[in-house]
């Protein structure tokens, strides 16, 4: 018999003893945390988006005392504001439905119809709804045949009041809008003012509410600008949601925005947005944007 080399045999040992204590360890299998708290105490996130009625940090502070105030009343639930940059970035999130409840102005309201939202509510002081041109005062403009072949600035062409009704207004006092103006879309209600006002533009196209902040902002605004025409009123901004939202929270909301008027800290809110009540509406409501539309678009120009 051949002897054991003890030698080999106590190196094989080790080698094996050695492999076993570096092999890889096995994967963990995960597994979901679950909260020790109730389904039922779980805050549901709602977005609520606002198209570009001012910057997105004046947005934010006019409409986040709004968000507090639904999210204080309505148990589990959590009003997150969202902001855009622009017009056409609110356009395209209201058309990808990214808001479970949204602040339309009335064209997007119907485009927001469009999209799957329903109406279930406004802003109240229609007769606000409307638009206003601005010029220098030491401009000489006195007709709006003056503006031919001048600039005007506006926030948008999807903005109803403070772009498609003043462009309305001036094609129907003598203006061909398209073929008279250079037409400048500058992004923002505050940016249009500031346009006329740094002598960019000859003119101005915004409405009311943004422009009496601005005045009282910086009062050298209403040094040199003045007013010079003022449109019809329309129907003022929409209450759009997704049908997914639970009918019992929508009606929350909505009792919640049409008595904001009643309660000292509601009025605080709605006069930070130049605004005296919500009102409930529906999607009837809007019709009467339909048949401005349709005017606008055969005299003016196609709708975007």
């Known amino acids: 018999m051949r002897p054991i080399n003890f030698f080999k045999w106590f190196l ?3 080698l094996v003893t050695l492999a076993g204590a570096c092999k890889a360890p096995e994967a963990t299998e995960y597994l979901p945390k679950f909260s020790d708290l109730p389904a ?4 549901i996130v709602y977005r609520f988006g606002v198209h570009p009625l001012h910057n997105p940090q004046r947005l934010s502070e006019v409409f986040s005392p709004l968000m507090d105030y639904l999210s204080e009343h309505i148990p589990g639930v959590q009003f997150q504001l969202e902001a855009s940059r622009n017009y056409p970035s609110y356009d395209a999130k209201l058309s990808r439905r990214e808001h479970h409840f ?9 485009q927001a119809i469009k999209a799957g939202y329903r109406v279930f509510g406004k802003m109240g002081d229609d007769e606000n709804f409307r638009g206003i041109i601005l010029v220098r005062r030491d401009s000489g403009i006195e007709q709006p045949t003056d503006l031919k072949g001048k600039a005007v600035s506006y926030p948008a062409p999807t903005a109803l009041a403070a772009t498609m009704m003043p462009q309305y207004y001036l094609q129907t006092h003598g203006v061909d809008v398209m073929g008279d103006l250079d037409n400048r879309y500058v992004g923002s209600q505050e940016s249009s003012v500031m346009n006329v006002f740094l002598g960019q533009t000859a003119a101005a196209s ?4 943004p422009w009496r902040a601005l005045k009282a902002e910086r009062p ?8 010079i025409w003022r449109t019809e009123p329309l129907i003022n901004n929409g209450l759009v949601v997704l049908p997914e939202v639970p009918e019992a929270t929508v009606e929350q ?5 049409v008595n904001l008027h009643t309660s000292e800290r509601g009025r605080e809110i709605l006069s930070a947005m130049e605004l005296s009540r919500f009102e409930a509406a529906d999607n009837e409501t809007y019709a009467v944007v339909e048949s401005f539309l349709t005017k606008f678009a055969r005299h003016v120009r196609p709708l975007p």
Do not use: C, F, G, I
């Not at 949204?102 to 119907?110: E, I």
């Not at 909301?253 to 925005?257: A, D, E, G, T, Y």
């Open 12 to 14: 094989m040992a080790a």
């Open 206 to 209: 915004t409405w009311p509410p």
């Open 253 to 257: 909301v909505r009792q919640l925005l």
């Open 40 to 43: 039922a105490s779980q805050e």
């Open 220 to 227: 050298e605004l209403a040094e040199q600008l003045h007013v």
């Open 102 to 110: 949204s602040l339309p102005n009335p064209y997007q309201t119907l």
